[in-house]
Structures are given as structure tokens and as C-alpha cells.
């Protein structure tokens, strides 16, 4: 279950949308909610995923059949906490992750670069947005919507997408299409990647993987 749900959270990731930079509204605290479209078969991997974001540090939630996935990341540190609920199995899993467990899980993932405007430009929901073209270091390509309307943090969705200088409303890769259903400015409480919450059994992340390359440990 685990490794599945792994594999689904890494694929997810790799197609998720954005970046930040010069607005005229700023936004440091709120949700985001993703809609996803895909062009690969991932079992169980949801239509729609959300990110709450406070400051530095957000959180990507998704669900998965019975387990629900919860990762959080601090854009500052590159630290970050990996939450997992079973439900049906009654397991409730943390792992802490150092820069160095973030940058090891992140390594298969593909590096965007040649971000390129093109300036044509249409309203992406309700957003003004400009199209890009970017390639990846794996010899894909894909194509972005950004826009300047609003300034939001780096978040755990947008990190891969630091060089565009704009906020990405929708991606397209040959993975998926990843598209903003919206933004909600709001308090979202205390994230944070060092505080594990109650009811959750703390373990490393050599531990995690452990169960994941042993499909959960069932």
C-alpha cells in the first residue's frame, strides 16, 4: 500500500503547478485546490489535490482510495514531514525528513529549465495569464499559464517552477494537465514539519521506505 501510494505521491508532485513573483495581489496564507487530468494510469491517484500554505511552509493533502496522504515542506529549510493514514488498517505513519531525505525522494523527479514566454495570453480562472514552454532534463517538454495577478509562496506544488517569474495557474506535461480551481485567502492554522500530530506513530523515513519497498509492511 505504501510503495503504491508513494509512487502516486512522486507522480502527482512531478506534475503539480507553479510558482510565485512580482503581483498585485499578495496572498501568505490560504489554500489552494488543484484540478488534475491525467495522461497515465496512477491506481487510485485523485482528481483533485489541495495545498494550505502559511508563510514558509505548506502542506499537499491527497487521497488515495483508504489512505490519505499528507506532506508537508518548509520552502526555506527544505525540510519536511511525510504523514500517512490507513484507515482500514489502522495505521497513522510519520517520518520527519532532513534536506537530504527531501532531496533523495525529489532525485527521480525531472528538473525544468528554458522557461520561455511566448506571449500569448488568455484568462485562465479568472486569472490574466501568459503562456510558457519549458523542457525537462528527462528530453520532455511541456507548456504553463502564469500570471501576475496574485503573489503566493513558494509552496511544496509550485517549487519546480522557481525560474518563472509569475504564478502558474495551469501546467501541461506528458503526465498530466494541472489546473487551479482556486484560491482561498484564509487562515489555515500552524503548519509546520517538525511537530508530528497526535495519534500519529512517529518513525524515520529509512524506516518509511522501508515499508514502502515491502508494499506497507502487510
Request: no cysteine; aromatic share 6%; proline share 3%.
Amino acid at each position: 500500500m505504501l510503495k503504491s501510494i508513494k509512487t502516486s505521491v512522486v507522480a502527482l508532485i512531478l506534475v503539480s503547478t507553479a510558482i510565485i513573483a512580482h503581483a498585485q495581489k499578495k496572498i501568505t496564507e490560504g489554500t489552494l485546490v488543484y484540478g488534475v487530468k491525467y495522461k497515465v494510469e496512477i491506481p487510485n491517484a485523485p482528481e483533485e489535490q489541495k495545498v494550505k500554505f502559511n508563510g514558509d511552509v505548506s502542506k499537499l493533502e491527497m487521497n488515495f482510495g483508504p489512505a490519505s496522504i499528507g506532506v508537508f515542506m518548509d520552502s526555506k529549510l527544505g525540510t519536511g514531514l511525510l504523514l500517512v493514514d490507513i484507515p482500514v488498517a489502522q495505521k497513522q505513519l510519520a517520518s520527519k525528513m532532513t534536506k537530504a531525505d527531501m532531496e533523495e525522494s525529489n532525485a527521480a523527479k525531472p528538473k525544468y529549465s528554458d522557461f520561455k514566454a511566448t506571449g500569448e495570453k488568455k484568462a485562465v480562472g479568472g486569472y490574466n495569464a501568459e503562456k510558457y514552454t519549458f523542457k525537462d532534463d528527462k528530453g520532455g517538454t511541456g507548456e504553463l499559464w502564469a500570471t501576475t495577478d496574485v503573489d503566493v509562496p513558494v509552496t511544496i506544488a509550485t517549487a519546480d517552477f522557481k525560474e518563472v517569474k509569475a504564478f502558474v495557474v495551469l501546467v501541461e506535461t506528458s503526465m498530466a494537465t494541472v489546473t487551479l480551481k482556486s484560491i482561498t485567502e484564509g487562515k489555515v492554522g500552524e503548519l509546520s514539519v517538525t511537530k508530528v500530530p497526535a495519534g500519529y506513530d512517529e518513525i524515520s523515513y529509512a524506516e518509511m521506505k522501508a515499508l514502502q519497498q515491502q508494499g506497507g509492511g502487510e
